[in-house]
């Protein structure tokens, strides 16, 4: 049985000698196991200590041996075992937890000494370098002779960089990365993305800049991906529109979606209420979505879009006369917020009371109203707004709805009263 992890070994007797020990951890690989002494020609079970420095090793007697365990902070991949003989404290920090649980019942059971024989140990060797070698948490690859053909990446990798490797899907060795937190894929031939890439769990960094990505997955926004995602760059690929549910990302810090073919922002966007720094040069974006001027932002960039001065006289009916029964009561769901869910109604039902629309007087819209847009000034969101033009201006059309003509005329009058055209 095994166990890598720092290891300190504190003598007790340094104290009463005027002496202090280094405070300071050594990678280490610990083993339980048998070894025969060659005077008495008997078998115990020891501990084996080996560094580095000494593959060879020093054991410790563990039958009757061990004073205590300090398991306080085992959770934290820390442990104290207290030696009898020598006076020694093995102070065990860095450790896989449950590694370090496992190998701490072993030592109990060797203590006590009465059920080593139910013990999965072998004959005590001495270990190799690489055995003391630390987990390696950052790789980087940036050319196809560098990529990794046979062999797998390290489990423990928390970043991961991959470019200019002509890789065209998600390698899914990398999907197996339970660690990662970092993941970089830029400057490849990536066309879609797995929905696998949802499952890493401390996904916070996602870097996927001069692809060929033609969509990013809806299955993404639903994925763990919610909870920890703070940074996406998808700048520089082919994405003429983002899924509806993009706005589910909702940890979102940093957002680059500059140099695609985008449309539209989704609905909902103005959900993401932790971003502060967002991106979208060089698209084709006409207008930004209602809900965009609920972000507070501290950067924001969208020079480059097709950005046109709107009036508010030009709209789009969609009112019907008189409402749907269906669109009454969606309404009527959203403004006193009723609960629902799928287990109640239709699924897609579910989406489309999600988002909703809200018009300027507070009520919600779904299926029926009036749409325009109108120049805003972009200081309104972000503290620091690039230019959005060559005109050194900082305007852009949002998107305004109107639930009925009464609204639509009110905001008409505020219009005229305020001298807009």
């Given at each position: 049985?095994?166990?890598?992890?720092?290891?300190e070994?504190?003598?007790?007797?340094l104290?009463?000698?005027?002496m202090?020990s280094?405070?300071?951890?050594?990678?280490?690989?610990?083993?339980?196991?048998?070894?025969?002494?060659?005077?008495?020609s008997?078998?115990?079970?020891?501990?084996?200590?080996?560094t580095?420095?000494?593959?060879?090793?020093?054991?410790?007697?563990?039958?009757?041996n061990?004073?205590?365990f300090?398991?306080?902070f085992?959770?934290?991949?820390?442990?104290?075992?207290?030696?009898k003989?020598?006076?020694?404290?093995?102070?065990?920090?860095k450790?896989?937890?449950?590694?370090?649980?496992?190998?701490?019942?072993?030592?109990?059971?060797?203590?006590k000494?009465?059920?080593?024989?139910?013990?999965?140990?072998?004959?005590?060797?001495?270990?190799?370098?690489?055995?003391?070698?630390?987990?390696?948490?950052?790789?980087t690859?940036?050319?196809?002779?560098?990529?990794?053909?046979?062999?797998?990446?390290p489990?423990?990798?928390?970043?991961?960089?991959?470019?200019?490797?002509r890789?065209?899907?998600?390698?899914?060795?990398v999907?197996?990365?339970?660690?990662?937190?970092r993941?970089?894929?830029?400057?490849?031939?990536?066309?879609?993305?797995?929905?696998?890439?949802?499952?890493?769990?401390?996904?916070?960094?996602?870097?996927?800049?001069?692809?060929?990505?033609?969509?990013?997955?809806?299955?993404?926004?639903?994925?763990?991906?919610?909870?920890?995602?703070?940074?996406?760059?998808?700048?520089?690929?082919?994405?003429?529109?983002?899924?509806?549910?993009?706005?589910?990302?909702?940890?979102?810090?940093?957002?680059?979606?500059?140099?695609?073919?985008?449309?539209?922002?989704?609905?909902g966007?103005?959900r993401?209420?932790?971003?502060?720094s967002?991106?979208?040069?060089?698209?084709?974006?006409?207008?930004?979505?209602?809900?965009?001027?609920?972000?507070?932002?501290?950067?924001?960039?969208?020079?480059?879009?097709?950005?046109?001065?709107?009036?508010?006289?030009?709209?789009?009916?969609?009112?019907?006369?008189?409402?749907?029964?269906?669109?009454?009561?969606?309404?009527?769901?959203?403004n006193?917020?009723?609960?629902?869910?799928?287990?109640?109604?239709?699924?897609?039902?579910?989406?489309?009371?999600?988002?909703?629309?809200?018009?300027?007087?507070?009520?919600?819209?779904?299926?029926?109203?009036?749409?325009?847009?109108?120049t805003?000034?972009?200081?309104?969101?972000?503290?620091?707004?690039?230019?959005?033009?060559?005109?050194?201006?900082?305007?852009a059309?949002?998107?305004?709805?109107?639930?009925?003509?009464t609204?639509?005329?009110?905001?008409?009058?505020s219009?005229?009263?305020?001298?807009?055209?």
């Open positions: 049985m095994r166990l890598q992890c720092d290891v070994v504190v003598n007790r007797m104290p009463t000698c005027g202090r280094r405070g300071k951890g050594t990678r280490a690989v610990l083993s339980i196991g048998r070894h025969v002494d060659k005077t008495t008997v078998q115990h079970v020891y501990l084996l200590i080996c580095g420095r000494d593959k060879a090793g020093t054991k410790y007697k563990l039958k009757e061990i004073e205590k300090f398991t306080l085992v959770d934290e991949g820390k442990a104290t075992v207290r030696l003989e020598p006076a020694v404290d093995v102070c065990l920090s450790a896989n937890v449950n590694s370090l649980k496992n190998f701490l019942s072993a030592a109990r059971l060797a203590d000494g009465n059920d080593t024989e139910v013990l999965p140990l072998s004959t005590l060797v001495p270990i190799r370098a690489r055995d003391v070698e630390r987990p390696k948490k950052k790789l690859i940036h050319s196809q002779k560098e990529y990794p053909l046979t062999s797998s990446f489990s423990s990798l928390e970043q991961l960089a991959i470019s200019y490797c890789l065209s899907r998600v390698d899914t060795r999907l197996s990365l339970q660690c990662l937190r993941l970089d894929l830029s400057n490849n031939y990536i066309k879609r993305l797995p929905a696998a890439l949802g499952d890493l769990a401390f996904l916070a960094e996602l870097i996927l800049t001069s692809n060929h990505l033609e969509a990013f997955p809806v299955t993404l926004c639903h994925s763990g991906l919610q909870h920890t995602l703070q940074y996406l760059d998808l700048s520089q690929n082919h994405l003429v529109c983002l899924p509806i549910h993009f706005g589910r990302l909702r940890e979102l810090v940093q957002l680059k979606l500059d140099s695609n073919r985008l449309t539209q922002l989704p609905p966007f103005g993401l209420t932790k971003l502060q967002f991106s979208a040069t060089h698209n084709q974006l006409p207008f930004l979505p209602s809900d965009f001027l609920h972000l507070r932002l501290q950067n924001l960039d969208l020079f480059g879009n097709p950005f046109n001065q709107n009036n508010p006289f030009d709209y789009t009916m969609h009112l019907t006369f008189p409402l749907t029964l269906l669109e009454m009561a969606s309404r009527a769901v959203v006193h917020r009723i609960p629902y869910g799928p287990q109640l109604i239709p699924a897609h039902l579910c989406e489309d009371l999600e988002l909703a629309k809200r018009c300027d007087c507070g009520e919600a819209c779904l299926g029926a109203f009036i749409e325009t847009a109108i805003m000034n972009m200081h309104l969101v972000s503290h620091t707004v690039v230019l959005v033009d060559d005109m050194a201006g900082t305007d059309p949002v998107q305004r709805y109107f639930c009925s003509l609204c639509y005329s009110a905001f008409l009058d219009c005229l009263q305020r001298g807009l055209r």
